[in-house]
């Protein structure tokens, strides 16, 4: 999803640069399977329905994260039977909230969720049921995040005026350009699993 990708993509590999292990799960109807991405591990699932992404979004993600939740779910246990443990979680934007909450309850695995937008914005406020919908599961990912990082203070700003003030000690605002985000984010992260 455009800059979300090349953002997703530059954390990932600047994470796996600084030693870290990285399991990328990502939607992508084009092409399936696993690849090793210079150290990055990238599990590529294909929504099974075939349908436009617009002509129900909230189907498209619904059936999207079934599959992302299946692949994950096979990552963990993978991991689990070599005697290693998914240490966190880190999901972007609504489409992926879903699994990230399932994994969390499900294998006890702290999650970070990243805004980069919010639904009130997308929509300019003009909230019809798809809309609402999302905010709902934006609304939720705030609530079971450990963590949530935006990536500028306005949005951070945005966040607690349409969600709420109870989450402004949970969110952090990091501008994901300049020699230190990353070492913002791996802070976060550690915040989490702490």
Not at 44 to 65: F, G, Q
Not at 107 to 125: A, L, Y
Request: hydrophobic share 40%; charged share 20%.
């Amino acid at each position: 999803m455009g800059n979300i990708a090349d953002h997703v993509s530059t954390l990932a590999h600047e994470l796996v640069r600084r030693g870290n292990k990285v399991e990328l799960v990502v939607l992508d109807d084009l092409k399936q399977g696993f690849e090793d991405v210079s150290g990055v591990h990238v599990h590529r699932v294909v929504n099974p329905v075939k349908t436009h992404p617009m002509a129900s979004i909230l189907s498209y993600d619904v059936t999207a994260s079934l599959q992302m939740e299946t692949e994950s779910s096979n990552i963990i246990y993978f991991h689990k039977q070599l005697g290693k443990n998914i240490d966190l979680i880190h999901a972007h934007e609504w489409l992926t909230t879903y699994p990230a909450i399932v994994l969390k309850h499900a294998f006890h695995i702290p999650f970070v969720m990243t805004f980069h937008s919010i639904e009130g914005h997308r929509c300019h406020d003009h909230f019809n049921t798809t809309s609402l919908a999302i905010k709902e599961i934006e609304d939720m990912g705030l609530w079971e995040s450990n963590k949530v990082i935006t990536n500028t203070d306005w949005l951070k700003r945005e966040i607690l005026r349409y969600y709420g003030e109870g989450h402004n000690e949970k969110i952090r605002a990091i501008w994901p350009v300049g020699p230190n985000w990353v070492d913002e984010v791996t802070s976060v992260y550690n915040k989490a699993i702490a």
